[in-house]
């Protein structure tokens, strides 16, 4: 065998294993990508033909008797969203503007850290501790303690990403403000957090889409409700909720209404994401 | 000739003055006494004694890391934002001290402005809004007096032609050069007494560099200016004082003129004539 042949070999043999490298890629791309497109299958097939303008418009009906929406469970979920960015915005972003312009690098790895463990921890964990903080204390579930629990999962979530997209903001800015004299506070503000700013609004919104979905930490805080709500201290139905409790109920008609309302849940989430690519198209341009 | 002991020793002595000459002495606007600067455990000024003259250019050179770059942030207490520094000595403007502890470091630096070696200027804003800025964050509202000092201190920067047409144009759309001359009259809007300019051509072409120069010859009439730089020749160019620099400590400082032609000490003559740095 010539020294010639012997290096063809070795070619075939390194041909093969490039296709097999990029196949085996190809399809973990593929198994990535699938169970999207089967939740929205599936959501289509089961729900499509149950959203309709009832859905949106009408309250359940009582067991037993057919047709009926879930208006209650899509404005109760706007509210709890309300409440909750209430709480979790501002104190996320100040947090993450502190995290980045101020404090020590001893503290700030301390609280970078303790807001990964928040991260990490399972939302039906924040229902259980509001459930004792809140409504225990107050004997009721409420909208509050719903709110509240969603905003506390809010936080540490919009803390990290407002942090990073500060970090991003480039050192001469700060410094060619501070140097015309402009205090620090409003350097940070005008400057800093303005040039940043739709990275924040991003965290922001993911940060909502992402708590929009969330049914365990509402189980014993914001309960769910069949009706109208009329008060904030009264329990408050929400669309994931919901979904929930008809899903689990033996009746097929609540079957069909919790395929759609997953539909309408998921449609909403994947808009909020639509919209963060439409915001982030610029981003390189105003950050850098 | 002198061992580095004895120069150092003769420097501690007195600050180095700009040279006795037949013309009267000149106005000084900064005079830095025994100024030494440390970040954390390094020293990155060691004993720096130097008169600024009033109305005229004093260039400072040496290699990197000599510690120009920070003697000039003294004079603005810009140096004190990097954590950890720590500052010996007095820096005095106009006979006032610098860091006494009744003031503000946000008024030492309205009264002397800075221009950095990159051009930064503000991506979320206009070329409009970029110039008065530091007006409008200081509190000024008022439109007329923000319009008139925005056209004076582009003009002053020679930019008012470029751009009066496009004042609603990002800051960001101009040339490096003309974003530099953009940064300069950002600094100027605020009125300072003194401008500070880090390496401001550093990174330009040589035209826009020399629109750069002949800005800096032309302002020096009403300002006072502290420029660092290490391209030697500028330094030849543009400046009337020089202070040479290195591994922290003030090697030589005269005219211009003189430390170029005729340098007292060795190593000013071997780094100006390329032999190391």
Redesign the interface.
């Known amino acids: 065998m010539t020294k010639d042949s012997g290096r063809t070999d070795n070619h075939h043999w390194r041909k093969i294993k490039n296709a097999l490298a990029s196949t085996a890629t190809f399809v973990s791309a593929v198994l990535v990508i699938a169970p999207l497109g089967l939740v929205f299958f599936y959501l289509l097939v089961n729900g499509a033909s149950s959203v309709n303008w009832d859905f949106f418009s009408h309250l359940p009906k009582p067991v037993g008797e057919a047709g009926g929406g879930m208006a209650n469970a899509i404005v109760g979920s706007l509210e709890l969203l309300a409440l909750a960015g209430a709480i979790g915005i501002p104190v996320g972003v100040l947090g993450g503007v502190y995290l980045a312009e101020y404090g020590s690098?001893r503290i700030n790895s301390v609280l970078r850290f303790l807001a990964d463990v928040l991260n990490g921890i399972p939302s039906i964990t924040w229902g259980v501790v509001v459930y004792g903080l809140v409504v225990l204390r107050f004997k009721g579930f409420s909208a509050y303690a719903g709110g509240l629990a969603l905003g506390l999962i809010m936080i540490p979530l919009i803390l990290r990403t407002t942090e990073e997209v500060i970090l991003l903001v480039?050192n001469?800015?700060?410094?060619?403000?501070?140097?015309?004299?402009?205090?620090r506070w409003?350097?940070i503000v005008?400057?800093v957090m303005?040039?940043a700013?739709k990275g924040i609004i991003t965290g922001i919104l993911l940060a909502l889409a992402r708590i929009g979905g969330e049914t365990a930490p509402l189980l014993f805080t914001a309960f769910g409700n069949r009706f109208w709500n009329h008060s904030l201290s009264q329990p408050i139905a929400a669309l994931p909720l919901q979904i929930f409790t008809y899903a689990i109920s033996p009746y097929d008609d609540w079957h069909r209404q919790a395929w759609a309302g997953a539909l309408v849940l998921v449609t909403g989430v994947f808009c909020v994401n639509v919209l963060v690519r439409i915001l982030t198209r610029g981003r390189a341009?105003?950050?850098v | 000739m002198a061992t580095p002991e004895q120069r150092v020793t003769e420097r501690v002595e007195g600050p180095a003055q700009p040279p006795a000459s037949s013309e009267p002495a000149p106005k000084l606007t900064f005079e830095a006494k025994n100024v030494s600067i440390w970040y954390g455990e390094k020293r990155a000024i060691d004993d720096v004694s130097l008169n600024i003259a009033s109305n005229a250019v004093t260039a400072i050179i040496g290699p990197s890391g000599c510690g120009k770059s920070t003697f000039l942030r003294a004079l603005n207490r810009m140096h004190e934002l990097v954590p950890k520094t720590r500052m010996e000595g007095t820096v005095l403007l106009h006979g006032g001290d610098l860091y006494s502890k009744t003031i503000d470091p946000a008024i030492v630096r309205r009264r002397v402005g800075m221009v950095f070696q990159k051009s930064n200027p503000f991506p979320t804003m206009t070329i409009g809004e970029n110039v008065v800025v530091g007006l409008r964050l200081n509190g000024v509202r008022n439109q007329k007096f923000l319009n008139e000092r925005l056209e004076r201190s582009l003009r002053m920067a020679a930019l008012w032609d470029e751009v009066k047409d496009d004042l609603h144009k990002p800051g960001t759309s101009l040339s490096g050069g003309q974003q530099q001359r953009l940064c300069i009259a950002r600094a100027l809007a605020v009125e300072p007494e003194v401008i500070l300019m880090d390496e401001p051509c550093s990174a330009l072409d040589p035209i826009a560099t020399a629109k750069i120069e002949e800005l800096i010859y032309e302002l020096k009439a009403q300002y006072t200016i502290v420029t660092v730089t290490h391209n030697m020749q500028q330094a030849g160019r543009i400046s009337d004082y020089t202070a040479f620099l290195y591994l922290g400590r003030l090697i030589e400082f005269g005219p211009t003129t003189t430390i170029f032609t005729n340098p007292t000490e060795r190593q000013t003559e071997d780094y100006i004539t390329g032999r190391f740095g």
Do not use: D, M, N, Q
């Open positions: 690098a480039p001469g800015y700060r410094e060619a403000a501070l140097a015309l004299g402009v205090a409003k350097t005008h400057i303005k040039t700013s341009a105003s950050v």
